[in-house]
């Protein structure tokens, strides 16, 4: 974690526009996977982390706006637990790591909070997405545990966003050696991507890249020769000559910083004809959409953007007919890239998703779509100096959409069917990169990984 004064700025930042009352974060508790003493690796909450950075369980943060105070609450381990788990620092001297003076067994926030409600005082919490913390606010705030949605704090909300979305140097640099660990994790994949070996076999020695030099994967590895499933977690197939393996893959820090990279190769190293036309259609897009990313710029024109790279793209190779800028402006493109360009990334590897998505991505000038291809775009309003966003435009040929589209006929004017056809069996590509807004600019995260065909070849040799 970072030093305290770090955690005691971001709370006295958190505060400007709040009204009074209680701002509430609880820290998440261990989650058993198939008895209760048998968890999973413990997961802190982004937000309590944010802003008061111990990574352990049964812990929560409370700021009392109307009296100035900041507390941790948590409870002091006995003997029976130090005899598993070891000494274990108190619950006052954690608040301390973190400039908090006031701390206090957990059964003292209950009162704490009745109290308050008792008074009209607000209670402010951000949406829970745990079942157990919704419990728990349940129980806190004496309400049914399906009212509880109903009482997130906007106010505290868009004030999270605000923070949590303009990165500081300390997290910029902590992303950027996540990518660096994600470098580790994606050449080495390359170089086992090989006919003969399965998939999970190298997801494995990736994962164990992510745990052994960050902390944990920061979403469960993709991993497929089946990338036309753009979420593919079924790691069973046997790596196949003519067949491209993508790799979905990136690791968090040990306080929960994250990168995310996508790259797609050939299996056994070499590009053939077909892999390499729609390949560098993907490439361009992806270089497109990067060279585009300054501040004021809405992402919503940085992914129109891709998507006309990829409409130009598939119609030089006869793919997609027409005009390639009326053919994106209109979503012809969305049967082959019918996902968003990208996300912010931060200590979610899909940022603040769970503190709303419009709320995130979009404002009063920059409306979501809801049409197919569009709606999926989880962030679409004006990039500021600090964001750090994915790149990660791709290029599908999802046998099951192609059916639908071509059953209707689905803008014919923009999309050669025949030609789809020959390439039904492709799969798919995606790449994806890291990348800081700067003040007047961007800048690629990391040490770069091999992207072109001709570094991917060479590394896979
Ligand atoms: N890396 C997976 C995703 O961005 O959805
Ligand atoms: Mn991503």
Known sequence: MFSSDVYIERRKKLRPGLPGGIVLFIGNQEVPFNYPANTYAFRQDSNFSYFFGLDHPDLVGLIDLDHDQEWIFGNDIDIDDIIWMGKQPTIKDQAALVGIVHSAPLKELKEVIRTACNQGRPIHFAPPYRGETILWLSDLLGIHHLEVGKRVSEPLVKNIIRLRMKKEAREISEIEKMVDVAYQMHTTAMKMAKPGIVEQEISGIIEGIAIAFGGAVSFPVILSINGQTLHNHNHGNTLKEGRMLVTDAGCENNFHYSSDITRTVPVGGVFNARQKGIYEVVLAANLKGIEAMKPGVPFRDVHL?????????????????????????????????????????????????????????????????????????????????????????????????????????????????????????????????????????????????????????????
Do not use: C
């Not at 890239?337 to 990334?345: N, R, S, V, Y």
């Not at 998505?357 to 979501?368: A, F, K």
């Open 305 to 461: 953007l891709a998507a006309t790279e990829i409409a130009r793209g598939l119609t030089a190779l006869g793919i997609m007919k027409g005009n390639p800028e009326e053919a994106a402006a209109k979503g012809a493109h969305t049967l082959f890239f019918p996902h968003g360009l990208g996300h912010p990334l931060g200590l979610d590897v899909h940022d603040l998703e769970g503190m709303d998505e419009n709320l995130v991505g979009y404002d009063n000038e920059t409306i979501r779509s809801k049409e197919f291809g569009f709606s999926s775009l989880r962030f679409g309003r004006k990039l500021q100096e600090g964001f750090v966003m994915t790149i990660e435009p791709g290029i599908y040929f999802i046998p099951e959409l192609i059916n639908i589209w071509k059953r209707e006929n689905k803008f014919a004017e923009f999309i050669n069917y025949p030609v789809v056809e020959a390439y039904r069996d492709f799969g798919g590509i995606r790449i994806e990169d890291d990348v800081l807004v700067t003040a007047d600019n961007h800048r690629v995260l990391g040490r770069p990984i091999p992207k072109t065909i001709q570094e991917i070849e060479e590394i896979m040799k």
